[in-house]
């Protein structure tokens, strides 16, 4: 597989290269964040997804525990309750951050988990012990789904177990065993999913819309428009391109600390998230689009209010912009209203400018704005003063005071 430093970015998935990095973020300091990548096959959805893999920040555990125990907030049944003197007698270990997928072909058991048949048919001493499944064991990771409109088709005890992963933040998950007291877990998991909407089923929001609903926001991948960009694709992946890769042992090296950088940024951009707030007007501005334009779902309103803080900083801002709001519109709305509410909301942006759409939404018994509330950020449609004509720059006391005489 190509290294994900290498993957060829072009304008059609930029935003799919850009929501993996924020989702990896936010992971990595516990809050999960769900993306699903929508388009036409063949255009690299999973490519992107899965080679993500090898940029994910190591995360420390309890020593050996499989449901990736927080050393400083172990929540499994084997470890939530021990006193601290003993959490560290058994000691920590530093491991990948966790990236699972679920398939088409896995059961209940596989998934939320089952009892552990090596445990019970131990000759010496058998026991009966859950086994947890893959969510379970991608807590603080990362759960990957392919074709996820399928898997909402045919495996509704599956999506049910999705629901309530992705209900909260974190999420839990309750296994169950005959004979076996049941066991409910938090887990934090960011879910990835990747699907084809033009294909059988359908869309997801048509087949399972609670399920829609759960992904923090939807990214539609394009495809790719420039020569040069597809010449590159059709080398990279041409069979004595490989060959040659595969013999080239150091490429493996050169790989590694291709994508080490973005080990590295993940991490410093994760402490940067956890001291970055959202500007109050920002997060009045968000609410004032949920309520003119009567939107369901809360959650939408919480991924953009994430989504901009995440992108401010992958971007290199030192403060989230109204820009970084007006970003996280259609990726976070797009399966959550109907097409033409949410091209009305894209054209009020473009059109108005930020300031004047912000203002808009302004009871017409406040119109008052107090100085210190419009942020310079907002001042981005004015004109050059070189391009301003003297009738706009000057204003005689005729026209200031037109009605006297």
Not at 96 to 122: C, N, Q, R, Y
Not at 193 to 220: H, K, T, Y
């Amino acid at each position: 597989m190509i290294p994900f430093y290498k993957l060829e970015r072009y304008e059609g998935n930029e935003d799919l290269f850009e929501l993996v990095l924020m989702s990896i973020v936010s992971s990595y300091v516990g809050e999960p964040m769900h993306v699903h990548a929508e388009g036409l096959r063949g255009t690299g959805k999973t490519t992107i997804m899965r080679a993500a893999k090898g940029i994910l920040p190591q995360i420390e555990r309890i020593k050996g525990c499989i449901y990736n125990c927080d050393p400083n907030n172990p929540h499994c049944p084997q470890h939530r309750d021990l006193p601290r003197e003993e959490l560290e007698k058994i000691g920590r270990e530093m491991i990948p951050m966790p990236f699972l997928e679920i398939s088409h072909s896995a059961k209940v058991g596989t998934v939320a988990g089952s009892i552990d048949l090596t445990k019970l048919t131990d000759a010496d001493n058998p026991e009966a012990r859950l086994l947890p499944g893959l969510i379970p064991q991608a807590h603080r990771g990362i759960i990957f789904i392919d074709e996820i409109n399928r898997l909402a088709d045919t495996s509704p005890e599956i999506t049910d177990i999705m629901l309530d992963v992705m209900g909260n933040k974190p999420g839990h998950i309750q296994i169950e065993e005959a004979g076996l007291p049941v066991v409910d877990i938090p887990v934090s998991v960011s879910v990835w999913a990747a699907s084809n909407p033009d294909e059988e089923p359908g869309a997801l929001e048509e087949i399972r819309r609670q399920l829609s609903d759960r992904f923090d926001v939807v990214c539609f991948m394009g495809r790719p428009d420039s020569v040069d960009v597809l010449s590159q694709i059709l080398k990279e992946n041409s069979y004595s391109f490989k060959l040659q890769r595969a013999k080239q042992n150091a490429n493996l090296e050169v790989d590694d600390l291709g994508n080490d950088k973005y080990r590295l940024d993940i991490i410093k951009w994760a402490r940067m998230y956890e001291q970055t707030e959202l500007p109050d007007f920002l997060r009045n501005y968000i609410a004032r689009l949920y309520i003119k334009h009567n939107l369901e779902s809360i959650r939408a309103i919480e991924a953009m209010q994430q989504g901009a803080v995440l992108h401010s900083i992958i971007r290199g801002r030192d403060k989230v912009l109204i820009n970084d709001v007006t970003h996280m519109i259609p990726l976070v709305l797009k399966h959550r209203v109907d097409g033409d509410t949410l091209v009305k909301m894209i054209n009020e942006v473009d059109v108005k400018g930020a300031r004047d759409g912000i203002l808009s939404f302004k009871s017409k018994k406040n119109t008052k704005k107090k100085e210190d509330d419009i942020d310079s950020n907002y001042f981005q449609t004015g004109k050059p003063l070189r391009d301003m004509k003297r009738g706009e720059l000057v204003n005689t006391e005729k026209t200031l005071t037109p009605n006297e005489g």
